[in-house]
């Protein structure tokens, strides 16, 4: 992931994000936003889509984890979720429940993306009762070599300090002027270098990530999943969240 010696800056840092040619991608990508919000506002039973597209989501997000399931299996636990006999095709379904766990928060809540919805999306995943990270000895090594590539934070004090300063990112849109889609992404960076949870973090981690348009407004409902691009980018992504 990041260097092993990375140290977590401050939000937002001091660096001019918005240069010229993120500022045009950022114009294309705002107006297919807009387009596709338009068009779910037209669809007339709009939880059938939500329902369809996150279990596609979570499909797609578990495999980033090496968690691969069947189609087939997946839309028959919509209506047999008792027959699901397969561990990943469980866990895959929990990514579904987790993310319609946070929307509901977000709603709920009038917005506020807040860590204890983050603790309980953890805790749905994951079939456990703790939350952020409290003992040392995390390290995230590479699948083939085992090398360790990188060390978040180790203290259970510093996590929760940092993750508290992440939540108020989030929620006070007064701390920075960036566009939301940068801002989702220094989100969704600064949330993986911290890895709050002991496992799980980077499905829970693209879960924020299409919480955060919803709650910005460039979506109505969660609809726009962004694992299957990762998918087929993986190599990429990662080399992009060490840069």
């Not at 979720?81 to 987790?98: F, N, T």
């Not at 993750?163 to 929620?171: D, G, P, V």
Request: net charge neutral.
């Amino acid at each position: 992931m990041l260097k092993p010696t990375y140290t977590i800056p401050d939000l937002p840092p001091p660096v001019d994000f918005e240069t010229v040619r993120v500022l045009k991608a950022l114009a294309t990508a705002n107006r297919a936003l807009a387009e596709l919000k338009g068009r779910a506002a037209a669809i007339p039973n709009q939880n059938i889509l939500i329902s369809t597209l996150s279990l596609q989501e979570a499909k797609a997000s578990s495999e980033i984890e090496n968690i691969v399931t069947t189609q087939d299996e997946l839309f028959r636990a919509d209506f047999f979720p008792e027959g699901l006999e397969s561990a990943a095709a469980k866990e895959v379904a929990r990514y579904r429940d987790a993310l319609k766990l946070g929307h509901d928060r977000l709603r709920q809540t009038g917005g506020v993306i807040a860590n204890n919805t983050l603790v309980d999306m953890f805790r749905l995943l994951k079939r456990r009762g703790d939350g952020f990270r409290t003992t040392p000895g995390t390290a995230l090594k590479h699948d083939r070599t085992g090398e360790i590539v990188y060390v978040p934070p180790q203290d259970g004090r510093q996590v929760i300090a940092h993750m508290t300063a992440l939540e108020r990112f989030i929620n006070e849109d007064d701390l920075c002027a960036l566009d939301p889609l940068v801002k989702m992404a220094l989100i969704h960076h600064q949330f993986e270098s911290i890895h709050p949870f002991p496992d799980g973090n980077g499905r829970i981690g693209r879960i924020l990530n299409v919480l955060y348009l919803t709650r910005t407004g460039l979506l109505d409902t969660p609809i726009l999943y962004l694992s299957r691009h990762i998918t087929r980018t993986k190599g990429d992504y990662y080399r992009l969240l060490q840069a």
